[in-house]
């Protein structure tokens, strides 16, 4: 069963919806790291990024010292980054459906993975082009503190616990809300151990 909760206007979290999902998504996921795997990417600040990423699809989220953009290409290997996975794709489309997104079809899969410290600093995605798609973002494994605010930085957050399965969507009136993770605490999850795995599907282009 799937309960919804609304954060704010155009941004929803589906309790649940990945759940049935989630043994194939971590499958597809270990395929894909052999082709582009784990890496901390360097911050344009000069900081190397806590959380470990990869990307699928089309377009992967880059960040290095000289910014953050999109880049159809995987700077670690020099090749195209790995297909997105049919898992996935229905996850995201369905997910946003359900928030009342239809017609999103995601080109970009960023793939976080949080071991125990490993935080994100509230902040805004306006890196993509088209912000009439919504971000979607698919929690597996260990909990975290999610963090929703506003459109302003100076604007309240909220504090969102998000567990194995859970799906938050933000989009239209809250497409660029600012958001972050707080530091992930120690502990084991049955299906990915002691981390936490975020999959965040966007429209780059
Ligand atoms: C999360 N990640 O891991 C949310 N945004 O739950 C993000 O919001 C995010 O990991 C932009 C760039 C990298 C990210
Ligand atoms: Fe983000």
């Not at 582009?36 to 900081?47: F, N």
């Not at 049919?86 to 946003?96: D, M, Q, R």
């Not at 306006?126 to 979607?136: C, G, L």
């Not at 302003?152 to 809250?174: M, N, S, T």
Request: one cysteine or more; a positive charge; aromatic letters at 8%.
């Amino acid at each position: 069963m799937m309960r919804r909760e609304a954060l704010a206007a155009g941004a929803v979290v589906l309790r649940g919806f990945a759940e049935p999902f989630a043994a194939e998504l971590l499958a597809d996921l270990d395929r894909l790291l052999v082709q582009s795997p784990w890496r901390h990417m360097t911050t344009p600040g000069g900081y190397r990024m806590s959380v470990a990423m990869t990307n699928c699809g089309p377009w992967g989220w880059v960040s290095d010292p000289t910014g953050y953009r999109y880049d159809a290409l995987d700077p670690l290997t020099g090749h195209a980054w790995p297909a997105m996975p049919a898992s996935f794709l229905a996850v995201a489309t369905g997910a946003a459906s359900a928030a009342g997104f239809e017609g999103f079809v995601p080109d970009a899969c960023l793939v976080n993975r949080y071991e125990a410290g490993a935080k994100l600093s509230l902040h805004q995605d306006k890196d993509e082009q088209d912000h009439s798609a919504p971000i979607v973002s698919v929690s597996l494994g260990m909990p975290a503190v999610f963090l929703f605010g506003g459109r302003r930085r100076a604007e309240a957050v909220q504090r969102v616990p998000l567990a194995h399965g859970d799906v938050a969507v933000w989009g239209g009136p809250a497409r660029l809300s600012y958001h972050g993770v707080l530091p992930l605490k120690p502990g084991q999850h049955a299906s990915t151990g002691a981390c936490r795995i975020n999959l965040t599907f966007r429209r780059a282009r």
